[in-house]
C-alpha cells in the first residue's frame, strides 16, 4: 500500500489537532469550570504530538515509554505557555504556586503524574482517529 497524499495527511493531523483541542478543553471545563482558548492550541498541539511519538522509532516504543513521553512533552508544553501567557503576558490562565515542588508556579509533580495518565487515552484517541482514516504506510 502506498504512502497516503499531503492532502489526506494533512486533513488527519488537523482532526487530531481538533480533537485534543476540544478534549482537553472539556477536561479542563468539567475540572476547572473554564477554559482558555491558548488550551485549545496547546491540547491539539499535545494530542498530535504524543501520536505521533511513536513514528520516530523503527519499533513502536512500549505504552509506559510512550505515557511518560507524554506527560515530558506535556509538562514541558505547559510551562513553555505559562511563560508566554501567564507570566509574559500576564493572562493568568493557570497558576500552580500553592503546590508544592511548582516551578515558578507554571508546572509541578501532580500535573506532571496527571499528564502521563492522561497520555494513555490521548494514544488511544490519536491512534483511533488514525486508524478510522486509515494508517499511511511507514
Not at 24 to 49: A, D, K, N, Q
Request: aromatic share 16%; glycine share 10%; net charge neutral.
Amino acid at each position: 500500500m502506498g504512502r497516503n497524499s499531503f492532502a489526506e495527511e494533512f486533513i488527519k493531523a488537523f482532526v487530531i489537532f481538533l480533537a485534543g483541542g476540544f478534549i482537553y478543553g472539556i477536561i479542563e471545563i468539567i475540572y476547572r469550570g473554564h477554559t482558555h482558548p491558548s488550551m485549545f492550541v496547546l491540547g491539539g498541539l499535545c494530542l498530535l504530538w504524543i501520536g505521533g511519538f511513536d513514528s520516530f522509532f523503527v519499533k513502536t516504543p512500549p505504552l509506559w515509554a510512550q505515557l511518560i513521553a507524554g506527560g515530558i512533552f506535556i509538562t514541558a508544553a505547559e510551562f513553555a505557555c505559562g511563560m508566554i501567557f501567564n507570566i509574559a503576558l500576564g493572562l493568568r490562565v493557570w497558576d500552580y504556586s500553592k503546590i508544592p515542588l511548582n516551578i515558578m508556579g507554571q508546572i509541578c509533580p501532580p500535573y506532571f503524574f496527571a499528564w502521563v495518565i492522561l497520555s494513555l487515552p490521548a494514544v488511544m484517541t490519536e491512534n483511533a482517529i488514525r486508524s478510522a482514516f486509515g494508517r499511511s504506510a511507514d
